[in-house]
């Protein structure tokens, strides 16, 4: 009968043990996910743009992520209208 006692007690430890494993689980940080800190990179393009013209200015991006592109004057007639896109 002592052993059915011992058996039993074994296997309460064993399931407490494991029920006490399992929670300790739920706070787990992946160390491997890197947050990057964004990188901000200037380039500044200048030139002429003729009326029904076109520019072009490749530029390189050597991590993905968020481009802002800018433009802060048109000149002579900053009234014109004019499109500005970047593509792949």
């Known amino acids: 009968m002592l ?49 029904g013209g076109y520019n072009s200015h490749p530029f390189i991006v050597s991590v993905s992520g968020t481009v802002t592109m800018k433009l802060t004057s048109v000149a002579p007639d900053s009234a014109l209208q004019l499109g500005f896109d970047i593509g792949t």
């Open 3 to 51: 052993w059915r006692w011992t058996r039993r007690l074994a296997l309460v430890v064993v399931i407490a043990v494991a029920a006490f494993a399992a929670s300790a689980c739920e706070d787990v940080k992946d160390y491997y996910t890197i947050d990057p800190t964004p990188v901000v990179y200037t380039e500044t393009f200048t030139g002429s743009l003729a009326p």
